[in-house]
């Protein structure tokens, strides 16, 4: 059974820090391409970052410079280091692994950035 599981979220404060897991399970996760999308209310899921399975990483305009995709293998975890966070930051962010049986989802976890 596939399993993505994402910690890290929170409230923080304009210009915070915060990092995100994810815990992948039931997947071959060393094949998988793994991404981090968000969705802000009203608004559609979007491709935050993404790391090929190579660690090749791409970036959504908005957070480059400020977010860091990476991967660590052996503990089957994502991660997403965003710094410089701004209000526009806010959404329920999702982990995303892509292999060749299929496109796999978390359930995701709120991001709020506020004063």
């Known amino acids: 059974q596939v399993q993505l599981v994402e910690s890290g979220g929170g409230l923080v404060q304009p210009g915070g820090s915060l990092r995100l897991s994810c815990a992948a399970s039931?997947?071959?996760?060393?094949?998988?391409?793994m991404g981090w999308y968000r969705q802000a209310p009203g608004k559609q899921r979007e491709l935050v970052a993404r790391i090929t399975r190579g660690s090749s990483s791409n970036y959504a305009d908005s957070v480059k410079g400020r977010f860091t995709i990476s991967r660590d293998n052996a503990k089957y975890t994502v991660y997403l280091q965003m710094d410089s966070l701004k209000p526009e930051d806010t959404a329920v962010f999702y982990c995303?692994?892509?292999?060749?049986?299929?496109?796999?989802w978390g359930k995701g976890t709120l991001v709020t950035v506020s004063s």
């Open positions: 039931g997947i071959a996760f060393g094949f998988a391409h």
């Open positions: 995303n692994a892509e292999l060749l049986s299929g496109n796999y």
